[in-house]
């Protein structure tokens, strides 16, 4: 059997109690922190689950998974613990499909998302649209897919999640600034007025830990607000209904 | 302080350790079964908490919460169970707001939710457009904002989520089979093709719950298939990517 379970929003603490069962009763125990910021050492890791953890990278993952995290599954009891929900990552959701493909049972232990924690900030999450994610700017590589999705959602009046690059080896993490940065250059390119200065948007950091921290306000503003470490994601609004703004309101400013 | 905990998609074991945590240092534990189903019984949320929990109608939650939940909130710790993720229903968005108008420090502990949950189908967690609820079928009443909703993400290619009405104090939770029924009398009425016998859907039960069945097929299949007890939703697939129909597949037939 290979479990997938999800380590939720933050740290060690958000696993569920279903999760910290199955964790306990693996016979091996695997864990990846590449597709996201974890915000707990290893070691609680290994306390909780009483057995040592091996942490994969991104080729152990997505290059040699039957040599790694699905090498005993057929016959023994795995976990991989990832961030958040599992199956909401795409390389998770492969990794299932790759583990039923070789015939391996395929056990999943849901936790909490920003998918769904995005609402803290006061918008409703029923009335997101489609979640983009911004990659780091790189030389002959500018993707217009979220610049794309914000105007689609904004066409129907939904909200847009914006996710954040991840590149974990290298310790970097794109900040909302960052993030409000590459929007901007999607805006100059494209110029259909879907991202400016002026936009009202609203960062959030660190959701799910006790020092989180959210702003509302204009892009040009919250560019300047230092939100601490990791990780970030930026919301786009749409429409807003009266009671959305005015949750919205006590973050701003 | 009020501490919004999520007891997450199914029952008690669903909670995370952070908001065990936090449940056990309450003073006065609160809970609402009456915006979901909740899989397990009073006694194990009790046993786990170390104290008693006094179960809220939507009365006391919706008219009266300064006489409820939020009576001891301002200078106790209070800790209201709320199903899922908090804040994704409308309704614990709205006391977080009343407490803070009313100077109450607000918690939020989240969990796990059908929001992202809904990825168990195969579908990638990140396409999915607004999410709509449909409502149990009343004389003179039957909003059309349901098969709006799914048009409007299918102009963008986007899936739909459709939630189903509960009525808990009624012990009736809509079926998937209800549920089609409903959609099948809108698209009678607006005739967009929006929903027909045909369309390829996919019903999921009791996510999260070792017993969840995952179903996709055509309407007038799935009308037919027995999921079980609740809760159900519905999915509405927009454009499928190739990985996508590849995973759903092993749910069809």
Avoid: W
């Avoid at 040599?67 to 976990?79: E, G, I, P, R, Y």
């Avoid at 600034?177 to 999607?186: A, K, W």
């Avoid at 560019?223 to 949750?247: I, N």
């Amino acid at each position: 059997v290979l479990n997938l379970i999800g380590l939720g929003l933050f740290d060690e603490k958000d696993i569920s109690l279903r999760g910290l069962e199955v964790l306990k009763s693996s016979d091996k125990v695997y864990a990846e922190f590449y597709t996201n910021y974890f915000g707990a050492d290893l070691k609680r890791l290994e306390e909780l689950a009483g057995k040592p953890v091996t942490v994969l990278s991104r080729a152990d993952v997505e290059e040699r998974p039957e040599a790694t995290v699905l090498k005993h599954a057929k016959s023994k009891n795995v976990s991989f613990l990832v961030s958040g929900d599992p199956l909401v990552a795409t390389t998770h959701a492969d990794i299932a499909g790759r583990a039923k493909a070789l015939g391996v049972e395929v056990g999943v232990v849901h936790s909490s998302s920003v998918i769904s924690a995005v609402a803290e900030c006061g918008l409703q999450a029923y009335k997101f649209g489609k979640t983009t994610t911004l990659p780091f700017p790189q030389p002959n590589y500018e993707p217009t897919s979220p610049y794309e999705a914000i105007r689609g959602n904004q066409s129907l009046g939904l909200h847009t999640l914006v996710l954040l690059d991840v590149k974990a080896t290298e310790g970097r993490y794109m900040s909302v600034g960052e993030g409000i940065d590459v929007l901007h250059s999607l805006e100059a390119k494209l110029s259909q007025k879907v991202f400016t200065e002026d936009t009202q948007i609203i960062g959030m950091a660190r959701l799910g830990a006790p020092d989180r921290v959210i702003k509302a306000g204009k892009a040009e503003d919250l560019k300047k607000t230092d939100f601490g470490g990791p990780p970030h994601v930026l919301v786009v609004p749409g429409k807003m209904h009266f009671m959305e703004e005015e949750a919205l309101s006590q973050y701003s400013g």
